[in-house]
């Protein structure tokens, strides 16, 4: 008889252990929502309003695969213009949740200018070297806030250099405002080149782009950015990768044959710049 009672009591306890007797159902899932609104004052920057109801974790997705954030609320940064789908995963109690939107970014993000004294104002000739490169030297100063370059009589040569460190396969954009005229038998040439450059030696590296009387420009007044005025050189667009990353070094050089001028006023190049696309 006590094993028939043992054996009762220990299927009334089994049964009071089952999961049909636990409240086991879940919440209701997250009311997921959020607003997403472009910045005024920043059109590649999109800010992110959680209005979610009903969660303790989030996590924001900018169109990958890859979370980007985790934060209640948050600003996302876009670098290249177009759509893309912004999305937010809510875990709460009952599971979770997801809604997703539209935000188009009107434009690319401005890059970054990595060339320092571009600007050519006083102070900007603490950041260039200027270059002998045999022979007469071409009178090269920053006056005015511009970087002027003149000839001597019977022909001379001569540039300013900068050190840069650039990145793989990267785009660089070069552009700068040119003014002279009068020219002849003249040549003035932004290049760029890996091999640093030694007084008394000239330079040859990757001609960006240049005035040369010879192609037939400079010889009138010209004023403009060097890619509309520049008639000679293997990136006149001013787009430029390289291969490798590393330092490089950007190099403006101006001469003249013998009984060459650079004209009246001489040659100046103002508002220098090397910007490096954002990735």
Same mark, same amino acid.
Not at 120 to 126: L, N, P, Q, R, V
């Given at each position: 008889m006590k094993s028939f009672a043992y054996i009762v009591a220990a299927a009334l306890m089994f049964a009071a252990c089952t999961p049909d007797s636990e409240d086991l159902t879940l919440g209701a899932k997250p009311g997921t929502s959020f607003t997403a609104t472009v910045l005024a004052s920043n059109p590649?920057?999109? /800010?992110?309003k959680n209005t979610t109801t009903g969660a303790f974790s989030y996590t924001w997705y900018n169109g990958g695969a890859t979370p980007v954030s985790w934060k209640?609320?948050?600003?996302?940064?876009?670098?290249?213009?177009g759509e893309y789908t912004v999305s937010l995963v809510a875990y709460g109690a009952g599971g979770s949740s997801s809604a997703s939107q539209k935000v188009t970014i009107a434009q690319d993000m401005p890059g970054v200018d990595i060339?320092?004294?571009?600007? !050519?104002? /006083?102070?900007?000739?603490?950041?260039?070297?200027i270059l002998n490169t045999g022979g007469p030297q071409t009178s090269i100063t920053f006056t005015g806030g511009k970087l002027k370059f003149v000839n001597q009589p019977g022909g001379s040569n001569g540039g300013i250099y900068q050190e840069l460190t650039v990145k793989k396969d990267v785009e660089y954009t070069l552009s700068g405002v040119l003014k002279g005229g009068g020219a002849n038998e003249t040549w003035f040439e932004v290049i760029v080149g890996t091999t640093?450059?030694? &007084?008394? =030696?000239?330079? =040859?590296?990757?001609? !960006?782009? =240049? #005035?040369?009387?010879? =192609?037939?420009?400079?010889?009138a007044n010209f004023e403009g950015e060097l890619a509309a005025v520049g008639c000679d050189g293997l990136h006149k667009d001013g787009k430029i990768t390289f291969a490798t990353a590393g330092k490089i070094y950007l190099l403006i050089k101006g001469g003249c044959g013998g009984a060459g001028t650079f004209g009246p006023n001489g040659i100046t190049i103002d508002d220098v710049k090397f910007v490096? /696309? #954002? &990735?």
């Open positions: 590649n920057k999109v /800010a992110l209640h609320t948050d600003t996302l940064t876009f670098s290249k213009k060339l320092k004294g571009g600007n !050519m104002e /006083a102070g900007s000739e603490a950041h260039w070297t640093a450059p030694t &007084q008394g =030696s000239d330079y =040859s590296g990757t001609k !960006m782009n =240049s #005035i040369n009387t010879w =192609s037939g420009c400079g010889i490096e /696309a #954002i &990735q």
